[in-house]
């Protein structure tokens, strides 16, 4: 079991910036964390669970919402165990519960939730107008 903690969300206002970070517990994860795909979702209210970013380490690969291309990026610190979400330019739309997920692949559909055996408990960002 992999346990997955984020941090980081808040309330900002319209054109400010945020950087969720999500830490996968060493414990359980061990040395191991490169060559898991980490991906982050949100769910704003009201709304289906969607796909914002995910890092594929070992093909040295992102991939982006077309919602937040340009103005989200995701990074890793595999030192650390830790995935990041630099969020600049946010929206009022942005506003949602973020997740972080991970699972344990070389390839695959990034975006697809079901893909992802692991999850975080989410982080709340709130985007002002």
């Known amino acids: 079991q992999v346990q997955l903690v984020e941090s980081g969300g808040g309330l900002v206002q319209a054109g400010g910036s945020l950087r969720l970070s999500c830490a996968a517990s060493?414990?359980?994860?061990?040395?191991?964390?490169?060559?898991?795909?980490m991906g982050w979702f949100r769910r704003a209210p009201g709304k289906e669970r969607e796909f914002v970013a995910a890092?594929?380490?070992?093909?040295?690969?992102?991939d982006y919402a077309d919602s937040v291309k340009g103005r989200f990026t995701i990074s890793r610190d595999n030192a650390k165990n830790t995935v990041y979400l630099q969020m600049d330019s946010l929206k009022p739309e942005d506003t949602a519960v973020y997740y972080c997920?991970?699972?344990?692949?070389?390839?695959?559909?990034?975006?697809?939730?079901?893909?992802?055996?692991?999850w975080g408990q989410g982080t709340q960002v709130t985007v002002s107008s």
């Open positions: 060493r414990r359980t994860i061990g040395s191991s964390f490169s060559n898991y795909i």
């Open positions: 997920a991970a699972y344990a692949a070389y390839s695959g559909d990034y975006s697809v939730p079901g893909n992802y055996n692991y």
């Open positions: 890092n594929n380490w070992r093909r040295a690969s992102t």
